[in-house]
């Protein structure tokens, strides 16, 4: 094992803000893992496991524990399952499913981040989430100290939810396993998707095409601006509710979920039409212009400016609608 000492996490993360780590270490196979863990225990510190840094916003001051930084590698296919080690990065595993003309996961193209992230996160987009084709993952499990492998039940998907975060800093993924389809009818069901095909019939390579330049313009260029994607979730409501919101807004779509009975509700929606909030800005961070669910930071950017941000448009959120939302980006230290 390989460790280090008060290495700066913004570069790490695809915020590019934060402190540095009293302690960091890669895991390239499980023996480094079980190493990093042992140190971390003889020394009672906090650990974290690091993926892809896509969903993280680490404080100005860092964290003052062990960083973990999961990089075992290695994709293998059998059958129509692709099975793929958790630090292989996500959105090059899409792609080689998509050139192997498997279905199943072309609507989470581009998505950035690692494999282990995407499962712990249950990344969701246009109409499609992760736990709709993973059929099973092998973790290490920290309070046990041995290898389990869980079926797609025992994740206890929701939405942008699983056991992973339930339990946080129980389970390590190591890999997951994608059960995808050879034959299948395109997923473009969602608005954006099915104003681009206009009930045309779509490929795979369409799809995932259509997908990325709509994220592209969507998003901000991480090579310009740092941003973890959508930083809040989508508030969730019954149906009912959700209807007597609509009727007050008639003009607010609302979409079923795959993992959930409730309804979601567009929060960049009500951030843009009723709260006209697109730009919003406080210190070095503000709400994308062209998506207003993502906070985008400016150059040496600090972490407590995107903290006010998002706690001034929570409270926003909640005072006019009566709303609580939940933050979707993980804070650390």
């Known amino acids: 094992m390989e460790l280090t000492e008060h290495i700066p996490l913004a570069p790490f993360t695809t915020f590019g803000i934060g402190g540095p780590a009293r302690y960091f270490a890669r895991a390239k196979d499980i023996s480094q893992l079980q190493e990093a863990l042992a140190f971390a225990k003889e020394r009672n510190l906090k650990v974290f496991f690091l993926g892809g840094g896509s969903n993280l916003l680490v404080s100005d001051e860092g964290f003052d524990g062990l960083i973990i930084k999961i990089e075992l590698a290695g994709v293998e296919q059998e059958g129509d399952t692709i099975i793929a080690a958790a ?21 989470l193209s581009g998505i950035p ?3 282990g992230g995407a ?15 993973l059929a099973w993952t092998e973790v290490f499990d920290t309070t046990t100290n041995t ?30 396993a994608l059960a995808l389809e050879r034959d299948s009818a395109p997923n473009i069901s969602y608005k954006d998707l099915a104003a681009r095909f206009d009930g045309s019939s779509a490929s795979l390579p369409q799809i995932r095409a259509a997908v990325l ?16 994607g ?8 019954p149906r009912a509710e959700a209807l007597k919101l609509q009727e007050k807004y008639p003009d607010m779509p609302v979409f079923d979920l795959p993992e959930s009975s409730n309804i979601k509700i567009p929060l960049a ?5 009723v709260l006209n909030l697109r730009g919003y800005r406080v210190g070095s961070a503000r709400l994308f212009e062209k998506q207003p669910l993502v906070i985008v930071a400016d150059n040496n950017s600090r972490a407590s400016d995107v903290k006010r941000l998002a706690s001034d448009v929570r409270e926003k ?5 009566g709303v609580i939302v939940e933050p979707e980006v993980c804070a650390l230290g």
């Open 119 to 133: 499962v712990v996160q249950n990344i969701g987009a246009y109409g499609a989430s992760l736990s709709q084709t």
């Open 269 to 273: 929606w009500l951030l843009d039409r």
């Open 113 to 115: 981040g690692t494999v």
């Open 87 to 107: 630090g292989e990065g996500w959105d090059a595993l899409v792609l080689r499913a998509t050139q192997a003309e498997l279905w199943g996961v072309e609507n």
């Open 147 to 176: 290898l389990k492998r869980l079926s797609n039940n025992d994740c206890r998907f929701g939405y942008r939810d699983s056991v992973f975060k339930k339990e946080s800093g129980r389970y390590v993924v190591l890999r997951a």
């Open 230 to 237: 959508s930083y809040f979730k989508n508030p969730l409501m």
């Open 213 to 228: 330049e709509i994220r592209k313009n969507k998003f901000p260029d991480l090579a310009v601006e740092g941003t973890a």
């Open 317 to 321: 959120i909640r005072a006019e609608f």
